[in-house]
Structures are given as structure tokens and as C-alpha cells.
């Protein structure tokens, strides 16, 4: 809703909204051309341009001289196609030579939540606040991210956290820069400590798995492009009913969950037809989707929120980030098996475990895009992230609620 004391107010449309997170992208790009400390810390773009807006729009509203809106489907959209790409990576052989990693790190997963659930009420209780809140800046916000705050906010306002969903959706919002902000020091610091050697040097992950890059297969042209994104449109659009028809049923899942199995089905009906699936012009898709979600998603974030949270919510959320921090650092890392693939993954853990899976796929491609590329990574951390970690994050904090 406007504000009537702001003196310029402005709706920006679709396509005026994707103009401006192309803008903020390359000038995240051109940001980082300069500023060497972004660039150590593998910063993605993206977070850089989406970040300088925001502050912008935080001046708009502090002044009350301007504020902006804007349109919100092209960034549903993005992340559809993103999350769709990501199924036709999973394939049942990646399944067979990753299976062990996905179940070690899921186990790695589901003991962060409950440390960020324990850390935040307990923290909550000290500073003589409702424990819910603990859980408001616990796994709701951080390993949930934005879709989990949005579920669980109204929950904990039916269990008594006045406020909760508010609290919950400005948790999520600091998650989101601090994961971005943490993943490329984790793997640095891991890359120098340990002495890892580089990944391969190879533009395309998911074909890693199966075998090198033919000279075709690098080669993009009209008709590979258009036949990847038919099958990310028709994957969408049957996992969407797909959605539909389960929420109908009182099941409720998040939206790109459908799509992603969708993907997944056809990728393992043409391995076992042993049919061509144009990956390389997928994942092309995919990165660029990615890109543009990230910086749509950054530029309208409301910092104004992080500003007026109480100074004990702000204090749980740093500690929240320590953490995140060292349990990367230490224990994703020894669990995963201590080598430059658990490195990427420690990486990438500081994404989601902190904000949304797009950014831990956003962190460990800016790592692995200086340091070489991780097929392991790539697969383990999307699988968990995606598929498993919601339903064991839902589970996990009907407990808590239930509990307190």
C-alpha cells in the first residue's frame, strides 16, 4: 500500500522491473571489477547490484522523498525455471555414484536446524522474550527462507508471537544477505587452510557427471535453445497442476517443487530410452534465471525492516551468523569429506542454511567459477536443498511449536 507522506511514489511494471535488475546485475559486474575485497570473497553480482538499490530505496523511505513497488511474477517465474532446470540434473545414475553424500549431508542439514532452533530460543529466553521469536530467527527464517516465514508467521501468531510473521519475513531478509555474505569467506578460508587443490576447469556441471563436453554439445544454436526451454515450459506448466491438485488435496508444497520433479521424471525417462536431453542449453537457461531472480529479489528487499527490529532480535541473528559460519566451516566441511568438493558444498550450506537454495547454487557458482567446478556440489546441495530439507525443516518446527 502507498504511503500518502511520501512525496514520489512509483509502480514499476513488469517489464520496467526486469530492465532494472539487468541494469543492477551489470552494475554489480562492474562493482566488483573494482572492488578486490568482493572479489576475494567470490560476492555474487547480482547480491552486489541488488544490495546498492535497496540501500537506495532504504534512503526513499527513511526521507520519505520516494518509495518504489514492484511487479513480483517474473521473479516467481525466474525461480520456477531455475528449480526446473535443476531437476533435469537428477538423474538416477548422479543418484547411484551420489546417494551416500545426499543422505550425509541431509543428516548435516537437519542438525543445523536444530541448532538454529535451539540457539534462537534459548538466546529468546535469555533476552526475556517469547521463545517463539527464537524460532522466528531460527530455521523459519534462515534454513525456510522466505517461503517457510511466510508459512510459519501466521502459525506463530495463532500460538502467541504477536508480530510473528513480520518478525519472521525480516529474519529471512538479513538470512538472505548473510548467506550471500558468508559462503565465498568459508570457502576461502577452507581453500588456504587446507591447501585444496582446483576443481576441473569445465563450463557445465551436470555433463561433468556423465563424461566431458563434445565440441556440439558446447555449441548453442536457435533450435538447442528453443528445445530446452520447451521442455522447461512444459515441465512447469504440468508441475504446476501438479501443485494444484495436491494442494486441493490439503497437501501443501512449495511451488517449484512440482516442476523440479516434473524435470526429473522426463530426464530418467530419456536416460532409460537413452535419448538426448540438450543439458548444456538447459543449465544456460537456468544460470541466467538465476542471475535475474537473485537481483530482483535483492533489489526489492526492505532493509528499512532489518533497521527497526529490536536491538535482541538483531544480537540472535549475528550469533545466528557465528554459527552458520562454524558449522560450515567445521562440520559440513569434515562431513562431506574434507576435499574441495566439501569445501563447495560448505559453500554453498552458507546459501541455504542462512536464506534459499538459489543462494547456495548463487554462492558456489561464483566459488566454483574461480576455483573449478564441483559435479558432487552441484548435485548434493540442490537435492537436499530442494527436495528434502523443507519437509524435515516443516516437521522439525511443528515439534518446537508444539513443545513451547
Same mark, same amino acid.
Given at each position: 500500500?502507498?504511503?500518502?507522506?511520501?512525496?514520489?511514489?512509483?509502480?514499476?511494471?513488469?517489464?520496467?522491473?526486469?530492465?532494472?535488475?539487468?541494469?543492477?546485475?551489470?552494475?554489480?559486474?562492474?562493482?566488483?571489477?573494482?572492488?578486490? !575485497?568482493?572479489?576475494? #570473497?567470490?560476492?555474487?553480482?547480482? +547480491? +552486489?547490484?541488488?544490495?546498492?538499490?535497496?540501500? !537506495?530505496?532504504?534512503?526513499?523511505?527513511?526521507?520519505?522523498?520516494?518509495?518504489?513497488?514492484?511487479?513480483?511474477?517474473?521473479?516467481?517465474?525466474?525461480?520456477?525455471?531455475? #528449480? *526446473?532446470?535443476?531437476?533435469?540434473?537428477?538423474?538416477?545414475?548422479?543418484?547411484?555414484?551420489?546417494?551416500?553424500?545426499?543422505?550425509?549431508?541431509?543428516? +548435516?542439514?537437519? /542438525?543445523?536446524?536444530?541448532?538454529?532452533?535451539?540457539?534462537?530460543?534459548?538466546?529468546?529466553?535469555?533476552?526475556?522474550? @517469547?521463545?517463539?521469536?527464537?524460532?522466528?530467527?531460527?530455521?523459519?527464517?534462515?534454513?525456510?527462507?522466505?517461503?517457510?516465514?511466510?508459512?510459519?508467521?501466521?502459525?506463530?501468531?495463532?500460538?502467541?508471537?504477536?508480530?510473528?510473521?513480520?518478525?519472521?519475513?525480516?529474519?529471512?531478509?538479513?538470512?538472505?544477505?548473510?548467506?550471500?555474505?558468508?559462503?565465498?569467506?568459508?570457502?576461502?578460508?577452507?581453500?588456504?587452510?587446507?591447501?585444496?587443490?582446483?576443481?576441473?576447469?569445465?563450463?557445465?556441471?551436470?555433463?561433468?557427471?556423465?563424461?566431458?563436453?563434445?565440441?556440439?554439445?558446447?555449441?548453442? @544454436?536457435?533450435?538447442? /535453445?528453443?528445445?530446452?526451454?520447451?521442455?522447461?515450459?512444459?515441465?512447469?506448466?504440468?508441475?504446476?497442476?501438479?501443485?494444484?491438485?495436491?494442494?486441493?488435496?490439503?497437501? !501443501?508444497?512449495?511451488?517449484?517443487?512440482?516442476?523440479?520433479?516434473?524435470?526429473?521424471?522426463?530426464?530418467?525417462?530419456? @536416460?532409460?530410452?537413452?535419448?538426448?536431453?540438450?543439458?548444456?542449453?538447459?543449465?544456460?537457461?537456468?544460470?541466467?534465471?538465476?542471475?535475474?531472480?537473485?537481483?530482483?529479489?535483492?533489489?526489492?528487499?526492505?532493509?528499512?525492516?532489518?533497521?527497526?527490529?529490536?536491538?535482541?532480535?538483531? *544480537?540472535?541473528?549475528?550469533?545466528?551468523?557465528?554459527?552458520?559460519?562454524?558449522?560450515?566451516?567445521?562440520?559440513?566441511?569434515?562431513?562431506?569429506?574434507?576435499?574441495?568438493?566439501?569445501? +563447495?558444498?560448505?559453500?554453498?550450506?552458507?546459501?541455504?542454511?542462512?536464506?534459499?537454495?538459489?543462494?547456495?547454487?548463487?554462492?558456489?557458482?561464483?566459488?566454483?567459477?574461480?576455483?573449478?567446478?564441483?559435479?558432487?556440489?552441484?548435485?548434493?546441495?540442490?537435492?537436499?536443498?530442494?527436495?528434502?530439507? @523443507?519437509?524435515?525443516?516443516? *516437521?522439525?518446527?511443528?515439534?518446537?511449536?508444539?513443545?513451547?
Amino acid at each position: 500500500m502507498t504511503n500518502p507522506d511520501i512525496y514520489f511514489s512509483y509502480a514499476f511494471g513488469m517489464q520496467e522491473t526486469l530492465a532494472i535488475a539487468v541494469v543492477l546485475l551489470l552494475l554489480g559486474r562492474l562493482i566488483k571489477r573494482y572492488i578486490e !575485497v568482493l572479489r576475494r #570473497f567470490y560476492i555474487p553480482a547480482p +547480491v +552486489v547490484g541488488g544490495i546498492v538499490f535497496s540501500c !537506495v530505496t532504504l534512503v526513499g523511505h527513511e526521507t520519505q522523498l520516494f518509495e518504489f513497488t514492484f511487479d513480483q511474477q517474473l521473479k516467481s517465474l525466474l525461480m520456477l525455471a531455475f #528449480f *526446473t532446470t535443476i531437476g533435469f540434473a537428477a538423474s538416477f545414475k548422479m543418484l547411484i555414484k551420489g546417494g551416500i553424500a545426499v543422505g550425509i549431508f541431509l543428516c +548435516v542439514s537437519i /542438525l543445523l536446524i536444530i541448532t538454529q532452533n535451539c540457539v534462537g530460543v534459548g538466546m529468546s529466553v535469555l533476552f526475556g522474550l @517469547d521463545p517463539l521469536m527464537g524460532l522466528a530467527a531460527g530455521s523459519i527464517a534462515l534454513t525456510g527462507g522466505h517461503g517457510t516465514a511466510a508459512a510459519f508467521g501466521p502459525e506463530l501468531i495463532k500460538a502467541g508471537l504477536e508480530g510473528g510473521l513480520t518478525v519472521s519475513v525480516a529474519a529471512a531478509t538479513f538470512g538472505l544477505v548473510a548467506g550471500c555474505m558468508l559462503g565465498g569467506p568459508v570457502g576461502k578460508r577452507l581453500m588456504n587452510r587446507h591447501h585444496l587443490k582446483h576443481g576441473p576447469k569445465t563450463v557445465d556441471n551436470a555433463e561433468m557427471v556423465e563424461g566431458k563436453l563434445t565440441k556440439a554439445q558446447k555449441n548453442i @544454436d536457435e533450435n538447442l /535453445l528453443f528445445e530446452a526451454i520447451t521442455y522447461i515450459i512444459i515441465c512447469m506448466g504440468i508441475g504446476h497442476f501438479i501443485i494444484l491438485g495436491l494442494n486441493s488435496l490439503g497437501i !501443501v508444497l512449495p511451488a517449484y517443487l512440482g516442476p523440479m520433479m516434473v524435470a526429473a521424471a522426463v530426464r530418467n525417462w530419456l @536416460d532409460y530410452h537413452e535419448k538426448p536431453l540438450p543439458l548444456h542449453s538447459i543449465n544456460v537457461v537456468g544460470g541466467i534465471s538465476l542471475q535475474l531472480f537473485l537481483a530482483i529479489a535483492l533489489m526489492t528487499m526492505n532493509l528499512w525492516e532489518l533497521a527497526s527490529l529490536a536491538v535482541p532480535l538483531i *544480537t540472535i541473528l549475528l550469533v545466528q551468523s557465528v554459527i552458520m559460519f562454524l558449522f560450515a566451516y567445521y562440520i559440513t566441511f569434515r562431513m562431506m569429506g574434507a576435499d574441495y568438493d566439501a569445501a +563447495v558444498i560448505a559453500t554453498g550450506h552458507c546459501g541455504f542454511g542462512m536464506g534459499a537454495t538459489p543462494n547456495a547454487m548463487a554462492n558456489m557458482e561464483t566459488f566454483t567459477g574461480a576455483n573449478g567446478y564441483s559435479p558432487k556440489a552441484f548435485f548434493v546441495v540442490p537435492i537436499v536443498g530442494a527436495l528434502f530439507i @523443507d519437509f524435515v525443516n516443516a *516437521t522439525i518446527l511443528t515439534i518446537f511449536i508444539s513443545i513451547l
